[in-house]
């Protein structure tokens, strides 16, 4: 917050997130639920709208949906149903959504995040699943309209409201993100903003520091990434203290962010009083979760990621970096775990997974559930390593030829000859044909050019293949040279 | 509680009805009288009654996670009155 | 005689019994079609080519031996607002103008499953707004009995259609009587299943939490045999009901002695005609000479049904209508200046003034600061009515009424008020709330001639012990075997 009248309010932000369901067929019909195929080929006489065409719901969607309400720490609502939210838009075919209105599956949960270094709780008011609306292509010029794509159209959305309780951009994004990473851990969503696969919506309010009556609330729109998030809400902050700061009165109403002019606006679309005139579907039945589903998914519930990522911390001794990085991902946090169990040293194992590992998984373009690197292959290279068997050098390649053709590690260094040397003979050997070969080096060091040694040992590492052991290589120079 | 003719013009609009004056003005009266009829259901006493919106006691009725071949995009194009380039055209709409 | 006097069952019974082709049939129905239609306008298209092509198909099947199902070669007509593919489905509105179905209605699907031909779309009230027939944009249908008068509706041409012996049954819809009280007034039976027991995917909906698809017939023989075949679980239907309807035309002849009648007084109070109580009640007397325990019931929340259900379907319907807009298929108003504008008109210029009328009411009752005091509070008093049901099916299998307070009346006798109109559903709507089987049969003629119907109700899921009762009725009397005189030569063309 750059204005410094800003400083004088609390801003009050609560979300409305929205998250694709990875289902494979839509949530009332049988239409794939993927993204990107040509526009109006994934659509049936159901999520279209057709006459007389009926939903039936996703069983899939609905196990997802209360995963994700018990891995949020919701309560499950013993009977729920599905309401009618009636508006007229052209990407609704229906006019009307299929969503949840006074019953939804889930509420009263929460969240923790941390955002600058201070862990809060921000409670969850209600998650409740229902269907995707379709897409709107705007075309330019005076014969031109408003295309419009129904594939979207049904795809299962989860959405998920937080209490009015974040207090400022930086804490929003945190919740975004550990909501992100927490609906991954379950595998229920991607949330990936790019692809539209969790959006968010903000109401925004400020009110002066210290005090408990709320502001008048601004709806945010159109955020399409997780730094847009930011700015915007920065923004619109930043805005409505200043109006308020002259005396001017913030209007109830729907911004839109526009991220290249970096300002929110007001919609321009006719702000019409809504009355979604909500009623139970009377083609949907009611839900009521039978208790041992209920059980069996919170049975199958996993540790949250930051929970996670402080046992990592505390149990294996792992800087905070370390613990942050390995459990962004439940699939990363999973196979280092398998590591150390197979009896990889933990902070080898971290160093070998959060460097190597990753990066080659991204050239790769592949998931770690992928890799042809077993946890177990982990463990043996990094006792190799432990044990002087093989040099933090050859390491890396070690690595490399089991990430490409999934053979173990004493294999490697075995048929491509990488153990390390530790022969004192053979490295006496070689380190007198070095000095025989450079004694201007071997001069200049007795000299008392200590940079000398360095490049001498450069020379011993050549001839070796990198294998040499290198404290017995320094052991032996310094005798020679001494 | 009688229905005037702003709010008949109201509840038009939210249905997306365009009224001709006449039809305003019949509207207006035939929808009083028939509220005026229905407002008879406030002579029971419904205290603790349990609303019904469904008849059957059916509940948790799902299908299985499963693709189903959808329709051809042709024959959908066919039924739009506008149809572009793969798209279903409207005037534009302005956000 | 005329093939055409012959009941869906005699004809499928004569089919199999090489008495007569498919072809001779379905060719006898569509010339009585071609004769009587341009009277009656009971049909909104007639697919006569294809119809005869079925049924040639149908008797060179059997001819070779092939096993056909229950309606092998039998014709049938369908409702205007029940999908078949390829197909207009066209509700009687201008706003469908134009839409041709991409898929197949359930009940449709099984009816070819079991050998039918789909003869035609039969006409009814815009979108089975309506309890005459009189508010289709494709023209009114006119009461075989006197054609001066209503055939009731919304199933009004499916029910003019049987009567006129165009097709020996149809399938209507029924939301609040609207198979029943058309049935009474053209004199042929029609039976509302039980709520869930036939699919509704494939039906436009009206109101969702009442519609049901049933056959309409010549005998209550025919009405079992359909709800055999259109009856049953469908997992396409989230509200469809498990289990399936069996054996219900094997235990029609088993009687009803023993069984026990109610009668509720509030189904004879003021309102109804004196010559219908009359039939009525000489109905009820057969059924005890036959041997069924007369008793006394009471459904108290009879005077709230209309008011009830004049707001839970509206309410519905004003959700179900909001896709008609202009958008994805059928009609869209000429150059639209922008979106308001093709919405409003198109919705302006596509729907007739009823459809109108019960979308604003039913938004209204549903809007903001209405909602509670009429829609919350109708589906209160909805719960009260079902339990008048449940209590007096505790001391009766079956309950007798009218199925409509009167027996046909004038074409444009009740345009003019639609309150007036809505109150010819009162003796059916009932049923209809409560999600019970209802069904009418033939019980009588006014002294003008017109036919009157007797209204049995039964439990959920009790179809065979309705189909029983009005079958044994039926079975002692001969008031279905009634034909309406033929009717003079129309003016003007065919179909
Ligand atoms: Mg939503
Ligand atoms: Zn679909």
């Known amino acids: 917050m750059s204005d410094p009248s800003a400083a004088a309010y609390e801003a009050v932000i609560g979300l409305e997130v929205h998250v694709h369901l990875k289902t494979r067929s839509k949530v009332f019909c049988g239409c794939p639920a993927s993204f990107g195929a040509p526009p109006n080929t994934n659509v049936c006489p159901v999520c279209l709208g057709l006459p007389g065409s009926l939903p039936v719901l996703n069983e899939a969607a609905l196990r997802s949906a209360l995963l994700a309400g018990l891995m949020l720490g919701c309560r499950i609502a013993p009977f729920s149903k599905f309401d009618r939210k009636n508006y007229f838009y052209p990407d609704l075919p229906k006019n009307y959504q299929i969503s949840q209105y006074d019953l939804p599956l889930c509420a009263g949960g929460g969240l923790e995040i941390e955002a600058d270094g201070r862990r809060r709780r921000i409670g969850i008011t209600r998650v409740h699943l229902e269907e995707d609306a379709g897409r709107l292509v705007h075309t330019e010029g005076g014969a031109g309209g408003s295309g419009v794509d129904f594939n979207r159209t049904g795809v299962p959305l989860l959405e998920i409201v937080s209490e009015p309780e974040l207090r400022g951009p930086e804490e929003a994004v945190a919740y975004l993100k550990e909501l992100r990473r927490t609906l991954r851990y379950i595998g229920v969503s991607d949330c990936d903003m790019e692809k539209g696969s969790l959006r968010c919506d903000a109401n925004v309010s400020i009110r002066p520091r210290g005090a408990a009556a709320l502001g008048v609330k601004v709806e945010v729109k159109n955020m399409n990434s997780f730094r847009a998030v930011g700015k915007a809400l920065a923004h619109e902050i930043e805005r409505q203290a200043r109006a308020l700061a002259e005396g001017e009165r913030i209007a109830r109403e729907t911004r839109l962010w526009e991220a290249e002019a970096g300002v929110t606006r007001p919609m321009r679309g006719k702000e019409e009083a809504h009355d ?148 004192e003979g053979e490295l006496e050997r070689v380190v007198g044909e070095v000095l025989r070969a450079n004694p201007q080096s071997a001069a200049d060091y007795r000299a008392g050019k200590a940079k000398a040694l360095g490049f001498i040992v450069g ?14 290589v320094n052991k032996i120079l310094k005798k020679a040279l001494g | 509680m009688t229905i005037g003719r702003d709010e008949v013009e109201h509840v038009a609009r939210l249905a997306r009805l365009r009224l001709t004056d006449e039809e305003r003005e019949r509207f207006t009266a035939q929808l009083a009288a028939i509220l005026d009829y229905v407002r008879k259901l406030n002579e029971i006493d419904t205290a603790g009654v349990e609303p019904t919106a469904h008849v059957l006691p059916l509940r948790n009725v799902t299908r299985p996670d499963e693709v189903r071949p959808s329709l051809e995009r042709e024959g959908v194009l066919r039924l739009a009155p506008r149809a572009d380039d793969g798209f279903i055209m409207v005037p534009r709409v302005i956000e | 005689m005329d093939p055409t006097d012959l009941t869906l069952h005699e004809a499928a019974e004569a089919m199999r019994g090489g008495g007569i082709s498919s072809r001779e049939y379905t060719a006898a129905c569509l010339e009585r079609v071609r004769r009587v239609d341009p009277v009656f306008g009971a049909f909104v298209e007639v697919y006569g080519e294809e119809a005869l092509e079925a049924a040639v198909a149908a008797d060179r099947r059997r001819a070779a031996g092939e096993p056909g199902g229950a309606l092998a070669g039998v014709p049938v007509a369908v409702k205007d607002n029940i999908c078949a593919a390829g197909r207009r489905a066209g509700c009687a509105s201008k706003i469908l ?129 359909l709800l055999e075949v259109i009856g049953g679980h469908d997992g396409r239907d989230s509200t469809s009901a498990e289990g399936s309807p069996r054996g219900l035309a094997g235990g029609l002849d088993r009687g ?130 079902r339990r008048d049901f449940e209590e007096a099916f505790g001391r009766c299998d079956v309950i007798a009424t009218p199925t409509a307070p009167t027996a046909a009346f004038a074409l444009g006798e009740k345009t003019a008020d639609p309150l007036t109109m809505y109150l010819s559903d009162i003796c059916t709507i009932s049923a209809s709330l409560a999600g019970i089987p209802a069904i009418s049969v033939p019980c009588g003629f006014t002294a003008a001639g017109l036919p009157v119907g007797l209204q049995l109700m039964a439990r959920p899921f009790e179809e065979g012990t309705l189909l029983r009762a009005a079958h044994a009725y039926e079975q002692a009397t001969d008031w279905h075997r009634r034909r309406p005189p033929d009717p003079a030569p129309a003016r003007g063309g065919g179909v």
């Not at chain 1, 050549?462 to 290198?470: E, F, Q, S, V």
């Not at chain 3, 049935?183 to 009206?206: M, N």
């Open chain 1, 276 to 423: 979604y005139r909500y009623f139970p579907d009377p083609d949907l039945v009611p839900v009521v979760p039978a208790a041992a589903l209920v059980e069996e998914l919170r049975a199958s519930l996993p540790e949250p990621p930051l929970r996670r990522r402080d046992r990592f911390a505390d149990r294996y001794g792992l800087p905070a970096y370390d613990a942050e990085v390995l459990t962004a991902e439940r699939e990363t946090a999973d196979y280092f775990e398998a590591c150390v169990a197979a009896g990889a040293e933990p902070k080898a194992a971290s160093n070998l997974i959060m460097g190597e590992m990753l990066r080659l998984l991204k050239e790769a373009g592949i998931p770690i559930r992928e890799a042809k690197v077993a946890p177990a292959g982990i463990a043996e290279l990094t006792r190799l390593v432990a044990a002087g068997e093989v040099s933090g050098t050859a390491a890396k390649e070690v690595f490399a030829e089991m990430f490409a053709a999934g053979r173990g590690a004493e294999e490697i260094v075995r048929a491509r000859g990488l153990a390390q040397l530790s022969d």
């Open chain 1, 459 to 472: 020379r011993v590492m050549k001839a070796t293949k990198g294998r040499a052991n290198p404290g017995l």
């Open chain 3, 97 to 225: 103008d134009g839409f041709v179905a991409p898929y197949d209605a359930t009940a449709v699907e099984r009816l070819r499953a079991a050998g039918a031909i789909i003869l035609g779309r039969t006409n009814m009230d815009e979108f089975a707004m309506g309890s005459s027939t009189e508010t289709s944009s494709r023209g009114v249908t006119r009461n075989p009995w006197d054609p001066e008068r209503v055939p009731g509706g919304s199933s009004g041409g499916s029910a003019a259609a049987v009567a006129a012996r165009e097709v020996p049954a149809a399938l209507g819809t029924d939301t609040g009587g609207s198979i029943r009280q058309p049935a009474a007034l053209c004199g042929v039976a029609g039976l509302k299943p039980t709520y869930g027991r036939v699919s509704r995917f494939g039906l436009v909906a009206f109101a969702s939490s009442l519609d049901q698809i049933g056959p309409i017939a010549r005998s209550v023989r025919d009405l079992a045999l």
């Open chain 3, 256 to 385: 009803i002695e023993g069984l026990r009648v109610g009668v509720p007084e509030e189904f004879f109070a003021a309102g109804v005609d004196g010559e219908v109580r009359a039939s009525v009640e000489a109905s009820v007397g057969r059924m005890r000479d036959l041997g069924a325990a007369v008793v006394g019931v009471r459904l108290p929340h009879t005077p709230y049904a209309v008011a009830t259900y004049y707001i839970v379907a509206t309410a519905e319907a004003s959700s179900n209508l909001a896709r008609y807009d202009g958008v994805q298929y059928g009609l869209r108003a000429a150059d639209p200046r922008d979106l308001p504008d093709l919405y409003e008109r198109t919705r302006a210029e596509g729907l007739g003034p009823e459809v109108k009328r019960r979308i604003m009411l039913g938004t209204y009752v549903l809007s903001a600061g209405y909602h509670d005091a009429y829609y919350l509070k109708a589906l209160k008093v909805r719960t009260l009515m």
